[in-house]
């Protein structure tokens, strides 16, 4: 049965909800009083996330409640997370960082990769946590765009991923190891993490940075051309608390779950600086997706509120059915990344006795922006509405994929499809690509922020996803760039050219499937079919890899030279193959 709208009665909230009762007189500067700032003045992400709770009442209360991958688990109160962070924040002094220096992480989820985030912003510089699924190309490209001085990484990731490319990564002048213990020796080029902080003093004053300094890198994917990192400053903790009472409802005695990776936007923004910065405990869990293990987690460790990816539920769906039981404490589910499909709404209801209320944002917003809300009726399928301070617009694009302009662009009414927009400032927007400014101002038009989401508002407001207004692939929840594959493949001397498309799939949303032009005297055969999926996996990591790859005599081009892959997904699944006018004008970002 999929459900039209899901009504909810205070009954349902067991809690009053944190939204504002009217919307309308809301403003950012109420948020603003929702952080306390630093005692000198000024802003600091970890003075918000962990000093202000350490500093007070909250100081034995657990932040972070790790959960480790062989059964391990780890309290850090606030204040051992101020302990720590203060000795990270030290030893970045002590290896002759500055503020604004980039400091990258490539781990697993254990407490140190929370503890060198919030260290590496108390100290004024750049926190950019990578996804540990990257193979060394997507991390080489990051470190290089980045201009890391400093990595954070494991043993086994340094040698797979990092040594080897360590001389074409000239700024990167430390490596810290979390896994080598304070008396082993590190491998050659490193230093190990423990040696360091056991060294280290626990007093630190944080860096006097301001809302502006820039706080948080984080890399996207567009169409074509190099990662994009979109750079977030002190200011977004605003959003992020705000969000947190908005979007997620956390109350401070709240258990939170946030299952994303840090690598991944939502794994900062939610798995780290919004819980902690509203006080509550946050898990993190070390392991992958198992839903025996994630259903134990919820039960026992009485989690509350619980953000997770339409990936994951379809993924719970499948290993179970009927209601899970002992799921009593939870009180809020929420979900992000991709489309939320009604029957997952609808299985929300079911098995945990809850709805999936589905949240819109990106990367570049840095916070949720639309959401269903606790107080909210919901209409499955839809995202709901826009968050109180956030002003969206559906715009139409014209016939030469731009945004008609004509001075002004074109708001489109209800049940009209466009390009959803965002008007500018919230306190978590980008506030650039790193050394790409062009491409930053690319994203504007009119005034307006544009997503290069399609969607359409209903007559109630409710906002519809209807697909991406560019090339650019979701698969389980993670953006991935045609182009960072396409290169890679080009990589291979067997490969003349090479086209990348995602093709719908059940669970992961969308897989990556590649089309290939082989070299001269090259042949297609399976085996060599294997070893480009194979170059593919190593080269790029599993999770941006192709899962499939065709050979191909020709790739359709646009006038301009361009790879027509709305053409090849239209093709490959036997859709109609639409305008084409619109892709031969077109300059993706
Ligand atoms: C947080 C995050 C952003 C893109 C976004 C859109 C897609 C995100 C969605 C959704 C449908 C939702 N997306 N939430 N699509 N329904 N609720 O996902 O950031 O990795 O930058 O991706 O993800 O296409 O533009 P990011």
């Not at 692939?473 to 045609?482: A, F, Q, T, V, Y």
Request: hydrophobic content about 40%; aromatic content about 8%.
């Amino acid at each position: 049965m999929t459900l039209t709208q899901i009504h909810k009665t205070p009954a349902d909230w067991r809690v009053p909800p944190l939204l504002p009762p009217d919307p309308a007189p809301f403003t950012w500067d109420e948020a603003r009083a929702w952080v306390d700032g630093l005692p000198g003045g000024g802003l600091n992400i970890a003075h918000e996330a962990v000093d202000r709770h350490a500093a007070g009442p909250r100081a034995e209360h657990v932040a972070l409640r790790w959960l480790g991958r062989h059964g391990e688990r780890e309290d850090l109160t606030y204040a051992e997370l101020r302990r720590r962070t203060n000795r990270f924040a030290n030893v970045l002094g002590s290896l002759g960082l500055t503020r604004g220096d980039v400091v990258f992480v490539l781990s697993g989820r254990v407490p140190e990769l929370y503890v060198a985030v919030l260290g590496a912003l108390k100290a004024g510089c750049v926190a950019s946590p990578l996804f540990s699924a990257f193979g060394p190309e997507p991390v080489r490209q990051r470190i290089e765009i980045g201009e890391g001085k400093v990595l954070v990484t494991t043993r086994s990731a340094y040698t797979r991923k990092v040594e080897g490319l360590r001389d074409r990564l000239p700024a990167l002048r430390h490596v810290l190891l979390v896994d080598v213990p304070a008396d082993a020796e590190p491998p050659a080029g490193t230093l190990s993490l423990a040696a360091l902080m056991a060294a280290a003093s626990d007093d630190y004053t944080v860096a006097a940075t301001e809302p502006e300094t820039p706080a948080l890198l984080h890399f996207t994917s567009g169409t074509t051309g190099t990662p994009k990192g979109a750079v977030h400053v002190h200011e977004a903790v605003v959003m992020h608390e705000a969000t947190a009472r908005f979007a997620l409802d956390l109350h401070p005695d709240d258990v939170f779950w946030c299952t994303a990776d840090p690598g991944w936007v939502t794994g900062t923004s939610y798995g780290i600086v919004a819980p902690l910065s509203r006080g509550v405990t946050s898990i993190v869990d070390e392991a992958d997706f198992d839903a025996d293990r994630w259903y134990a987690i919820l039960r026992d460790e009485h989690v509350t509120v619980w953000y997770t990816a339409p990936t994951a539920v379809r993924r719970l769906m499948r290993a179970s059915g009927g209601r899970i039981e002992g799921l009593d404490a939870l009180r809020f589910v929420a979900s992000v990344g991709e489309p939320l499909n009604p029957e997952a709404v609808s299985w929300g209801l079911e098995a945990l006795g809850l709805p999936i209320h589905d949240t819109w944002w990106q990367t570049e917003t840095g916070g949720i922006m639309i959401a269903n809300t606790v107080a909210s009726d919901i209409r499955p399928g839809s995202m709901g509405h826009p968050l109180p301070g956030v002003e969206i617009a559906v715009l139409r694009r014209g016939p030469a994929g731009v945004l008609v302009t004509d001075g002004e662009v074109e708001p489109l009414g209800p049940g009209v499809e466009g390009e959803l927009a965002l008007k500018p400032g919230w306190p978590s927007m980008f506030r650039t690509y790193l050394g790409q400014p062009e491409r930053y101002a690319a994203c504007f038009k009119g005034g307006w922020y544009c997503t290069g989401d399609l969607v359409t508002r209903d007559a109630d407001g409710y906002v519809w996803f209807l697909g991406r207004a560019d090339d650019v692939i979701k698969s389980s929840g993670h953006l991935i760039g045609p182009f960072e594959v396409e290169s890679a493949l080009l990589e291979h001397p067997a490969v003349a050219e090479a086209g990348v498309i995602g093709l719908p799939d059940p669970m992961a949303g969308e897989v990556v499937k590649a089309f290939v032009v082989l070299a001269h005297g090259a042949l297609p055969d399976d085996t060599l079919r294997r070893e480009l999926i194979g170059f593919g996996r190593t080269r790029l990591g599993a999770a941006v890899a192709p899962r499939d790859l065709a050979f191909v005599e020709e790739l359709p081009h646009t006038r301009s030279g361009k790879i027509m892959r709305r053409l090849l997904r239209a093709r490959e699944l036997g859709l109609p193959i639409g305008d084409l006018s619109t892709l031969e004008g077109e300059e993706p970002t």
